[in-house]
């Protein structure tokens, strides 16, 4: 199931993913440095799988609450809106608008992050997630499972609309 081309969602940050929320109460209330809408810039992506025709990633923060929505047209054309809505406490939260992933577990500390996304309490990838100091840059990069099963790598660069 995860050797198709869609799977390139977990690209993300992905949402990127990927990897948004707060690490403490203290934080919580501060914007994180993630926030905003970012498009994917596949000049200076990397991943073994089709790179997507497009990639968008909206994060928004309404008080501790920081929700991660990616759209997505894939490399074959398929189109996947998918989102989580997360404190960044460490705690897994439902991944809703994509049946392979169903929770997301997010840390954040200042402008780095990391989310773990699991299917049935699995594992299925890891996000490490870094805004540039200047905040006009997010890269995403990490391990997602290739068609063969085997970590596959790759990085995705997003740009500050």
Known sequence: MFARAGFSILAIAGAFALTIGTA????????????????FNAAKSTSGAPLPKKRDLAITQKGADV?????????????TKWEFTT????????????A??????????????????????KPVMESNTEVSADGKV?????????????????SSTYDKK
């Open 100 to 121: 392979a992933l169903d929770t997301a577990t997010s840390t954040l500390t200042g402008r780095t992050g990391k989310t773990i996304y699991s299917k049935g309490g």
């Open 138 to 154: 997010l890269v995403v990069k990490g391990n997602r499972p290739g068609p063969d099963g085997k970590p596959l790598p790759y």
């Open 87 to 98: 404190k960044g406490d460490g705690k897994p939260v439902p991944v809703t608008g994509w």
């Open 67 to 79: 929700t991660v929505a990616i759209d997505e047209v894939a490399a074959d054309g398929t189109a």
């Open 24 to 39: 403490s109460t203290a934080q919580a209330q501060a914007q994180s440095p993630m926030v905003g809408n970012w498009t």
